[in-house]
């Protein structure tokens, strides 16, 4: 590549084609697209990484067998376990608990307190996490928190659109639960000090998302999950909540017929710890540090679909597990950010999506699968996309179309994130349109479970992104963050409940590792892969192929 | 490569070598020098510190959270040679510079007080007694100057000593709690918590 001549941030020849989208910027002002129809929508999935030939296969093994997963998911599945059995002594616990959370997202965090609200004592509870308490998807949610309370809307909409959203496949109990505790979720969120944007007179600020009929949408201006996340885990922290970092679980115990606790391994020191416990809820998040289909992500570090495997394991059942959910407008550049989230709310405040013409080419909220596959049409089979440096292709998100429809000075005041984000490397998003390309971004499917988060496995319980059902086989922006707070107060309340019948400590065994293992055999699954992987490996190559093991 | 249609998945996953299975040296182009706490690697231009790390052959256990900006995990001090000036930053949302030497502050060691949300009172009575130490600010402008968030640390501070509860939160409310405020502050306070 040659010496590149940079101007606002962006090489010489880009610049040219943000003349273009400036230039036919007031001219789209008043246009939009019209929505697709349901066979143009078909048409344009068919360059969906979700549907496109290839990428998965089917499961071989366990409850779920014959079912599609990604590669990367099925790799994971069909992997041996990080230990033998041997190596650990289950004999004698390092604690017992009557409650084991493994996760503290936003999910896990609200499981503890609402565990503890309802009379679990605070030191039968233990949290743990992989990384800090809070190193998490949540933390990232940007654009919001979807909750029916207007009189324009109800439950029974959300419901609607969430399951429409779904293309008809999410589990209907479950999906029921999420809409109708929606608003007493938004009341507790406030109650403990969550600033909502909020309008002159008081109310909610509440703005549209792709597949919604009713603007329901609560935010935090783009800092929704750090505010969300700031304020439950400020609760946690006063209840004096037991939490662990840098301990994930690297397998979960069983007596053979119910979890009973967990095998815990200290990133750190690299020995481990057994947890006894009465009740476990799982709420590990999502998958996205996978990179399914070579995408780049916007999860964090530790998504790493850890929680799927060790229930699976356990024989926990799965569902949607053929589906991913890719963000439309991941970051496409400067090559720093790829990947990196451009909350849907932009597109929800007026941003167009623009192609190297200058002409906005989709309605700007349609599902995301749909908007993400339009755009890796326009660029890859119209060929209408705008090159990188590094080879990336994407279409510009015209950002400063924001400004023009609601004043300047919005983008500062609503995303100041993200203009920060831009701004450290030296772009203007108030004046130039951002590149963006589909990213990887949520799990949609996981594992299931009832209307309180009860897994078909006694003892366990899902709450979070690792759950699957709500969303079905696409999720709604905003029906996430929800996802976590309502099934994180129900899998504590339930736990609970569950406590209150004089729940005795389980044996610990790990046979059902062992016998996952057998199957493995018995399915000729030769592999050197192990799961959960913790963490991905982004080293150099030149250094990894240099590597030696001498203490 | 030939068949056009099922190739579109092999180009983009192509496209995305970069940052979804580490850097090849054969595309680097431009090389620079920096020193990772006192040690000399030579990695390519246009990472961040984050990346940069990652492809002289660290592996983050600690300072590394979210990769994006949110979580405050990546916290990072460093100097430029021939520069006297201390500076701060995200790992994960800076890029190299040449001559950049750093080390990671993955942990702050601070006070954060218990209360009960149900029964503080707005005003200035809570601070007095939860972060009574938020009198001695000697108003050096220290902590603001260590925000990479670009808050007024000490303007927040500030409110918090009038009471003015509304506009602390208000000026802090971007923060990300990654702790540098509270490692420069010479009357050692705990501002993040
Ligand atoms: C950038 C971004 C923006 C988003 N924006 C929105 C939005 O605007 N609205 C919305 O509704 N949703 C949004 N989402 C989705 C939503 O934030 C997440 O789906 C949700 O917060 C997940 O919460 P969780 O508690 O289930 O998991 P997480 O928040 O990911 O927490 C899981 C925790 O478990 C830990 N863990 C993992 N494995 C183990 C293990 N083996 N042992 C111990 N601990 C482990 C992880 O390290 C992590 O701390 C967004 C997601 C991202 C990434
Ligand atoms: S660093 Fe400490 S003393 Fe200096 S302005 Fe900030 S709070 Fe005050
Ligand atoms: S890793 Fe979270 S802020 Fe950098």
């Known amino acids: 590549m040659a010496e590149l001549k940079f101007i606002g941030g962006y090489p010489e020849y880009m610049r040219k084609f943000i003349d273009i989208v400036n230039k036919t910027r007031a001219k789209r002002k008043d246009y939009t697209p019209i929505a697709m129809t349901m066979e143009q929508r078909d048409e344009v999935l068919k360059v969906h990484p979700d549907y496109a030939p290839g990428g998965k296969r089917s499961i071989s093994i366990g409850l779920n067998k014959g079912d599609m997963a990604p590669n990367e998911v099925a790799d994971l599945i069909e992997a041996y376990p990080l230990i033998q059995g041997n190596e650990v002594d289950l004999t004698k616990p390092d604690l017992s608990v009557d409650l084991l959370i493994i996760g503290g997202g936003l999910a896990g965090t609200a499981a503890a307190v609402w565990a503890n609200d309802k009379g679990v004592d605070k030191d039968q509870i233990l949290l743990v996490n992989k990384l800090r308490h809070g190193d998490a998807n949540s933390i990232m949610a940007e654009g919001g928190t979807q909750a029916a309370d207007r009189e324009n809307d109800s439950p029974a909409r959300h419901f609607l659109d969430a399951i429409g959203g779904g293309h008809f496949t999410n589990k209907p109990d479950v999906l029921r639960a999420l809409v109708e505790d929606a608003p007493l979720i938004m009341k507790w969120l406030c109650d403990l000090g969550a600033i909502f944007d909020r309008e002159e007179d008081g109310s909610f600020v509440e703005k549209a998302g792709g597949g919604t009929s009713r603007r329901r949408m609560h935010a935090c201006k783009d800092?929704?999950?750090?505010?969300?996340?700031?304020?439950?885990?400020?609760?946690?922290?006063?209840?004096?909540?037991?939490?662990?970092?840098?301990?994930?679980?690297?397998?979960?115990?069983?007596?053979?017929?119910?979890?009973?606790?967990?095998?815990?391994?200290?990133?750190?020191?690299?020995?481990?710890?057994?947890?006894?416990?009465?009740?476990?809820?799982?709420?590990?998040?999502?998958?996205?540090?996978?990179?399914?289909?070579?995408?780049?992500?916007?999860?964090?570090?530790?998504?790493?679909?850890?929680?799927?495997?060790?229930?699976?394991?356990?024989?926990?059942?799965?569902?949607?597990?053929?589906?991913v959910q890719y963000h439309p407008t991941g970051a496409a550049y400067p090559q720093q950010i790829i990947g990196?989230?451009?909350?849907?709310?932009?597109?929800?405040?007026?941003?167009?999506?623009?192609?190297?013409?200058?002409?906005?080419?989709?309605?700007?909220?349609?599902?995301?699968?749909?908007?993400?596959?339009?755009?890796?049409?326009?660029?890859?089979?119209?060929?209408?996309?705008?090159?990188?440096?590094?080879?990336?292709?994407?279409?510009?998100?015209?950002?400063?179309?924001?400004?023009?429809?609601?004043?300047?000075?919005?983008?500062?005041?609503?995303?100041?994130?993200?203009f920060r984000m831009f701004n450290r490397f030296d772009l203007d998003i108030r004046k130039d349109p951002v590149l963006v390309f589909p990213t990887l971004h949520y799990q949609n499917g996981g594992v299931e479970s009832d209307p309180w988060g009860k897994t078909n496995v006694d003892s366990l319980w899902v709450a979070g992104e690792v759950s699957g059902g709500i969303h079905g086989k696409n999720r709604l922006m905003g029906n996430s963050t929800l996802d976590c707070l309502v099934f994180g107060r129900r899998t504590g309340i339930s736990v609970a409940e569950y406590l209150k019948s004089d729940v005795k400590h389980g044996k610990l065994m790990l046979e059902h590792m062992k016998n996952y293992v057998t199957m493995l055999k018995q399915a000729g699954i030769d592999t050197t892969r192990k799961a959960p992987i913790l963490l991905p490996d982004y080293r150099g190559k030149a250094v990894l192929a240099r590597m030696i093991d001498v203490f | 490569m030939p068949e056009k249609d099922n190739n579109i998945m092999d180009k983009i996953a192509e496209s995305n070598k970069s940052v979804v299975t580490g850097i090849d040296e054969k595309d680097i182009e431009h090389w620079i020098t920096i020193s990772i706490l006192g040690s000399e690697y030579k990695v390519p231009a246009g990472l961040t510190i984050m990346q940069a790390m990652e492809f002289a052959g660290y592996r983050f256990v600690r300072s590394c959270g979210c990769r994006a900006g949110f979580c405050g995990a990546c916290t990072t001090v460093y100097r430029i040679v021939g520069d006297y000036r201390l500076k701060t930053a995200m790992a994960c949302q800076t890029r190299v510079e040449q001559g950049m030497y750093l080390t990671q502050i993955p942990f702050t060691p601070a006070e954060r007080a218990n209360y009960d949300i149900d029964k503080l009172s707005p005003g200035i009575e809570p601070f007095l007694t939860l972060y009574p130490e938020i009198l001695r600010c000697l108003g050096c402008n220290s902590c603001t100057k260590a925000c990479p968030q670009d808050i007024d640390v000490m303007e927040y501070i500030a409110a918090g000593k009038r009471g003015d509860v509304a506009l602390m939160a208000e000026l802090s409310f971007d923060c990300i709690q990654w702790g540098l405020c509270a490692m420069r502050c010479p009357a050692e306070l705990a501002q993040y918590n």
């Open chain 1, 223 to 323: 800092y929704t999950g750090l505010e969300e996340l700031r304020v439950i885990r400020d609760e946690f922290r006063n209840r004096e909540i037991p939490y662990l970092e840098y301990y994930p679980v690297i397998e979960l115990l069983t007596d053979g017929s119910r979890v009973t606790g967990a095998v815990l391994y200290n990133l750190e020191t690299g020995d481990y710890k057994i947890i006894q416990a009465k009740a476990t809820i799982l709420a590990t998040g999502g998958f996205g540090r996978l990179h399914v289909r070579g995408f780049p992500t916007t999860n964090h570090y530790g998504a790493t679909c850890d929680g799927v495997v060790l229930a699976y394991r356990a024989g926990a059942k799965l569902r949607d597990t053929d589906t």
């Open chain 1, 340 to 418: 990196l989230l451009l909350t849907e709310k932009l597109r929800g405040m007026g941003a167009q999506p623009v192609n190297k013409n200058g002409e906005a080419f989709v309605f700007p909220l349609e599902p995301r699968d749909v908007e993400a596959a339009s755009f890796i049409r326009e660029c890859y089979v119209k060929e209408n996309g705008i090159v990188t440096p590094t080879g990336m292709r994407g279409v510009w998100l015209d950002t400063p179309m924001i400004e023009l429809k609601n004043g300047e000075g919005t983008i500062e005041k609503s995303f100041p994130g993200m």
